[in-house]
């Protein structure tokens, strides 16, 4: 037989040097006699196996996996033999694992975990492939990592639920195990630098059957390790009653119990760690944000309401990055309003200072506003359509854009004066010039929208807005329609006279004479 070549589909995420990863491929590709003799040298050997252990959590190849079972074998690893039956495929069936050799190999798994019932007596089942089964390895670290390992790929990619179990089940007990012995090392070696890295990685999958399979395993860690960092943090969120517990909650079907688990999260998500909120918290909401439906309205807007807070709390490095990966969802799809929403929540959590001349002002004024400004005027491509249903598209158009320029004008009131200076005014202009629209569904959202950026604004820029209205509405029906918007602003301004300078106190009571007894009212009369 020639060597084995361990080609892969794609890229293998392996956590070691490139010098110890070409060693073992190297040990791989060799003939029985050659890995045996490598065997000698024992610190290579152990590199060979954490690279192998690696590999058989991340790589698809069938050939791949094959080759690291084969180089197990050959080098005596103590559970060459159950990792093989974990690898076994149905010899009648093409393309099919062998089921029963797969289970078979997760309870040899569990039962070398398992403690002895009675050390002097034989096994059990003699006719076992494992020598002893009963009585536990030596070294169980060399057993439980290449088993962890297979098991969690199984987890997160396997389509057979009955595997999926199977090696769910191998996961508990290996914590259970782990927790038992209370060893140090062995918990570093298969939470953090292997079990975690799985479950990252499957609350992030598309997948909700995997999704589901990550929060899960995740609650069995901090069930298990409730008094070590950071799963303390998150034991205010478990329960021993199901209808309470939050990671039971999340992964609910019904939408009420979803919804329970996100407003218990906001409740508990002061004081936790920055790193567990990013790593667990946000891709467990982030899926809910892809729901649609009447049904799921009030689950919608408790994760956005967690989304913000959780914004508040990020620094600016994973801040900057979340806020990029939805910019780049919305500007794909622009007339998705939960996306809009998302958008508006994350910049609702910006807390950042912003100095002069700092990089997050760089940053703010040279790519984020200008992003969302291209956004606020870009106009969508509608289809043919009759006068009336063209109306409509411009409503929906307008009340899509009206919560991102809310959200750029939260962000500007937080620039430095100057800079607010220069870059409020395009918002205005836009808005104020949505009022001219003839629907006057249209002119509502926009006057709804100038009314809360007027609130986010303060006293001080009143009169500047009354300044565009008037730049804007200018002639024949436009007057009707800046005077009722300047009656609407001051109604829900609530502003007193000590607020408004002579300025533009002067600009509004034209405005009012104007529509009472000048043109404005004479063109009413007429039936303008």
């Known amino acids: 037989n020639g060597p084995v070549a361990m080609e892969t589909n794609g890229p293998v995420a392996v956590k070691t040097s490139s010098a110890v990863a070409v060693e073992t491929e190297c040990v791989v590709a060799t003939e029985t006699e050659s890995a045996v003799a490598m065997a000698t040298d024992k610190s290579l050997l152990q590199e060979c196996y954490d690279v192998s252990y690696q590999l058989l959590g991340s790589n698809t190849d069938r050939n791949a996996r094959h080759a690291v079972c084969r180089l197990l074998e050959q080098t005596d ?6 990792v093989a039956r974990l690898h076994a495929w149905n010899t009648k069936v093409l393309d099919e694992p062998d089921f029963d050799a797969r289970l078979q190999g997760y309870r040899e798994a569990v039962s070398v975990l398992s403690p002895p019932e009675d050390t002097s007596s034989p096994p059990k089942d003699a006719s076992s492939p494992l020598k002893d089964v009963s009585s536990p ?25 009955a595997l999926r179990d199977s090696a769910s ?27 975690l890295q799985h479950v990252q990685t499957g609350l992030r999958d598309k997948n909700e059957v995997f999704r589901n399979e990550a929060i899960l395993l995740l609650h069995k860690v901090i069930l298990t390790f409730p008094e070590r960092e950071p799963w303390s943090a998150l034991a205010a969120l478990t329960d021993t009653d199901a209808e309470t517990d939050f ?12 919804t329970r688990a996100v407003v218990r999260l906001r409740a508990c998500l002061e004081g936790l760690p920055t790193a567990v909120m990013w790593d667990y918290l946000l891709p467990l909401i982030q899926p809910i944000f892809a729901l649609y439906g009447n049904k799921h309205h009030n689950t919608v807007s408790e994760a956005l309401a967690a989304l913000t807070e959780m914004c508040t709390q990020l620094p600016w490095i994973k801040y900057h990055r979340l806020l990029q990966r939805y910019l780049k969802q919305l500007t794909e799809n622009v007339e998705d309003k939960t996306l809009v929403k998302v958008v508006g929540a994350v910049l609702g959590g910006f807390h950042e200072s912003v100095d002069p001349g700092s990089r997050i002002l760089r940053v703010l004024s040279s790519q984020i506003i200008p992003r969302l400004m291209g956004m606020l005027t870009k106009k969508t491509s509608a289809p043919e359509r009759s006068k009336k249903k063209s109306i409509a598209y411009e409503g929906d158009q307008v009340a ?15 620039l430095p004066e100057e800079e607010k200076q220069s870059q409020l005014p395009p918002v205005l202009l836009r808005i104020c010039n949505t009022l001219r629209n003839r629907a006057m569904d249209v002119r509502n959202v926009s006057r709804q929208t100038l009314s809360v950026i007027a609130k986010d604004l303060g006293p001080l820029f009143f009169g500047y807005i009354v300044s565009e209205l008037r730049g804007a509405l200018g002639k024949g029906y436009q007057l009707h329609v ?41 063109d009413r009369d007429r039936g303008h």
């Open 482 to 522: 800046l005077s009722y918007t300047v009656h609407h602003l001051l109604i829900n301004q609530e502003l007193q006279p000590a607020q408004i300078d002579n300025h533009t106190l002067a600009a509004i009571m034209e405005i009012c004479v104007d529509g009472l007894v000048g043109r404005t009212a004479a």
């Open 169 to 195: 089940f191998a996961i508990i007990q290996i914590l259970e195990h782990v927790c038992s012995t209370g060893s140090a090392e062995l918990y570093t070696a298969t939470i953090p630098s292997c079990l």
């Open 137 to 161: 390895l030596k070294d169980k670290r060399s057993t439980i990592l290449p088993c962890l390992h297979t098991a969690c790929y199984t987890v997160f990619s396997s389509d057979e639920m």
């Open 400 to 414: 899509i854009q009206a919560p991102i320029a809310i959200s750029i004008v939260k962000l500007i009131t937080q």
């Open 77 to 82: 690893h103590p559970a060459w033999e159950i």
């Open 247 to 258: 990671f039971e909650n999340i992964r609910h079907i019904q939408s009420h119990r979803r």
